[in-house]
């Protein structure tokens, strides 16, 4: 039986979670994301702690996002440690937002242009010729 995240269209999003506001905004618009049915959000945790199974669903995606808070990028690195190839990467304060410490509030106005730049290059720029299923994996959430 296939799991949730191995579904036709099968995008993942990897995300910042940092101690900033545009981590926190970052892993929100993941989320809402997910929520919203646009994309399935996996644990970059899983990834950094090179958790087999995460690493093999990242692999196995038809498309993998990565969003970073700031250009320290520890998404994208952290992918590309793990050999996940990336398709769609942005970086918040790219965006036009500014990194600070997180307050606790979650900035609504950059959770959802980063969801509007998100759906913008899934619906504009095609899936990448060489997916990691080519590549022998198979996805197998958590």
Excluded at 86 to 101: A, M, Q, R, S
Aim: charged share 20%; hydrophobic share 35%; net charge neutral.
């Amino acid at each position: 039986m296939a799991n949730d995240c191995c579904t036709e269209k099968n995008i993942v999003v990897f995300t910042c979670s940092g101690a900033a506001n545009v981590g926190q905004a970052a892993n929100q618009a993941a989320v809402e994301l997910q929520l919203e049915g646009t994309a399935k959000m996996l644990c970059l945790a899983g990834i950094g702690s090179h958790n087999s199974g995460m690493i093999a669903s990242g692999k196995g995606a038809d498309r993998v996002v990565g969003i970073d808070g700031c250009p320290v990028a520890c998404t994208k690195k952290a992918l590309e440690h793990a050999d996940v190839p990336i398709n769609d990467h942005l970086i918040v304060t790219e965006l036009g937002f500014k990194k600070h410490p997180y307050d606790g509030n979650i900035d609504r106005e950059a959770v959802e242009k980063i969801k509007t730049e998100v759906k913008r290059k899934l619906s504009t720029q095609p899936l990448a010729p060489s997916s990691g299923k080519e590549s022998g994996y198979t996805c197998s959430c958590c």
